[in-house]
């Protein structure tokens, strides 16, 4: 799988939007681009996922770069709930191997009262 | 409401006595992984199940086994816990559908294992 690379850690004020960036340079056209989130004493939560176009959930809201070298993880009002480690992590569902996810370091989100 | 289940959440076990940690889902899906996540570290892959088909990592040590009996459950048994096992064993599940199908992991709250 292709690899990304996220800041080590950011920081945010409560009920305001938080972009955590992801770059992906080295994507292949097939990679889908997952986000997982893993709060304090719990295992990962899935987040989002998008392959080319921008995409909306209950959770968060992914805007994909053009050449899809880079993503944005967008949460559009922090809330304490929401700090956590925040993975970016790139899926090819067509190769073999069952798409277990490889973990990079992600990133440390801490939101501030 | 259908989940991934981790018995027990805390497991303490001396220096190379066996210790066998569980997971059942409830979600009737054909992919069970374990993970291994050490102190400030992200989850690494140790091994998975499609259905009965057993894949291990390459770099997983021998020391680290696994079973699973049918569908619902799934074991991680450390032959000889060494103090570097220490550490938080996640299980995930995922259905595995036709090549080309998005598959959302779940994942349990993990098993935190001390090795005295």
Known sequence: DAKTTQPNSMESNEEEPVHLPCNHS????????????????????YVIHGLTSNVNNRMASLAI???????????????????????????????????PLVFGKGTRLSVIA | DAMV?????????????????????TLNHNVMYWYQQKSSQAPKLL??????????EADTPDNFQSRRPNTSFCFLDIRSPGL???????????????????????FGPGTRLTVL
């Not at chain 1, 944005?72 to 700090?83: G, N, V």
């Not at chain 2, 289940?5 to 889902?25: A, D, E, H, M, W």
């Not at chain 2, 091994?47 to 057993?54: A, E, L, Q, S």
Request: include cysteine.
């Open chain 1, 26 to 45: 080295t994507i292949s056209g097939t990679d889908y681009i997952h986000w997982y989130r893993q709060l304090p004493s719990q295992g990962p939560e």
């Open chain 2, 47 to 56: 091994f998975h199940y499609y259905d009965k088909d057993f894949n291990n």
């Open chain 2, 84 to 106: 570097g096992d220490a550490a938080m064993y996640l299980c995930a599940t995922s259905n595995l559908g036709t090549s080309g199908t998005f598959n959302e992991q779940f």
């Open chain 2, 5 to 25: 289940i981790q018995n027990p959440r805390y497991q303490v076990t001396q220096f190379g006595k066996p210790v066998t940690l569980s997971c059942s889902q």
């Open chain 1, 65 to 99: 770069a053009e050449d899809r070298k880079s993503s944005t993880l967008i949460l559009h009002r922090a809330t304490l709930r929401d700090a956590a480690v925040y993975y970016c992590i790139l899926i090819n569902p067509w190769s073999s191997g069952n798409t």
